[in-house]
């Protein structure tokens, strides 16, 4: 008898496991998971405008930098040359002697002409309309005038 009782003590113990096992399983409910996918909306909300931003202020200072190291550029080619380069060669002129140039002792850029932070061209005459020459970029709306990112950043 002992051997029925110890056999019936773990068949009871193997049922009592199995039902606790077959109760409420643990996890997440559905109103839980929204709670939480609402929690990181309103984050993202809040951060991804404020990461925006800053990718365009940086765009804004690169141009700005880029801007400053072609006009450094133009001012060792004046240097070299006596004048600064006319339009038609433009900012080319810094990278390939333009023909006809005898004191022309470039490259002085160490890398092809940049184009803006947005893909396009820098504009550049000479003589311009502020100084020797003019040197912009239309910033992020590409069209002349505009405030913040879309403000033309220019050499002068």
């Given amino acids: 008898m002992d051997r029925t009782m110890e056999t019936g003590s773990r068949m009871a113990r193997t049922w009592m496991t199995k039902a606790k096992s077959t109760g409420p399983q643990s996890g997440f409910t559905l109103l839980e998971l929204l709670v939480v996918m609402v929690i990181i909306g309103l984050l993202a909300g809040y951060v ?4 925006f931003a800053q990718i365009g202020k940086s765009e804004v200072k690169a ?20 004048h600064y380069p006319g339009t038609d060669p433009g900012l080319r ?13 470039g490259p002085y850029l160490t890398k092809a002409v940049p184009q803006d932070p947005w893909g396009r061209a820098y504009l550049y005459t000479s003589p311009g309309s502020h100084g020797p020459y003019d040197l912009l970029s239309l910033g992020k709306d590409g069209a002349p005038g505009g405030s913040g990112e879309d403000a033309d950043i220019t050499s002068w």
Avoid at 48 to 51: E, G, K, L, T, V
Wanted: hydrophobic residues 40%.
């Fill in 63 to 82: 141009a700005k930098a880029q801007v400053d190291a072609l006009s450094k550029a133009l001012d060792q080619y004046r240097l070299d040359t006596g």
């Fill in 48 to 51: 991804a405008p404020r990461y």
């Fill in 93 to 105: 002129a810094l990278v390939t002697k333009p023909a006809g140039e005898a004191k022309w002792d």
